[in-house]
C-alpha cells in the first residue's frame, strides 16, 4: 500500500493563492490532484508523470501549476488567481499507470480549499 499525506488547504480570499503538497510513501508513476465540488463528482483538476508529463484541466490552465520531486516523492498544486468556483476539497491521487482512466489506486485524504468572494 501507499500512503498520501496532504497538507496546504485553507481559507483565501478570491485572488489569493494556495500551494498545496502530497507525500507519497514510495514512488508511483502518475500523482496529481482531483476537485470535488459539494454535491458534485471529482474530476482530474492536474497530474504529472515520473518524467514531467502534465496534464491540467482547462478551467485551471495558466492558474494553477503542478510540479513533482522525484526524490521526496512529492507533488505540488499551486493555485494562483483563486475564485470561488475553486472552493471544495481536493484530494491527492496516484496511479501505477495514469491517472484519467478511470481508476485512481491510491487516494490522498483530501484537503479543504475555500476562497471567499
Known amino acids: 500500500q501507499v500512503q498520501l499525506v496532504e497538507s496546504g488547504g485553507g481559507l483565501v480570499q478570491a485572488g489569493g493563492s494556495l500551494r498545496l503538497s502530497c507525500a507519497a510513501s514510495a514512488s508511483i508513476r502518475s500523482m496529481g490532484w482531483y476537485y470535488q465540488a459539494p454535491g458534485k463528482r471529482r474530476e482530474l483538476v492536474a497530474a504529472?508523470?515520473?518524467?514531467?508529463?502534465?496534464t491540467y484541466l482547462t478551467s485551471v490552465k495558466g492558474r494553477f501549476t503542478i510540479s513533482r520531486d522525484n526524490v521526496k516523492n512529492t507533488v505540488y498544486l499551486q493555485m494562483n488567481s483563486l475564485q470561488p468556483e475553486d472552493t471544495g476539497v481536493y484530494y491527492c491521487?496516484?496511479?501505477?499507470?495514469?491517472?484519467?482512466?478511470?481508476?485512481?489506486?491510491?487516494w490522498g485524504q483530501g484537503t479543504q480549499v475555500t476562497v471567499s468572494s
Open positions: 504529472v508523470t515520473s518524467g514531467g508529463i502534465t
Open positions: 491521487a496516484a496511479d501505477r499507470l495514469s491517472l484519467g482512466r478511470g481508476v485512481v489506486d491510491y
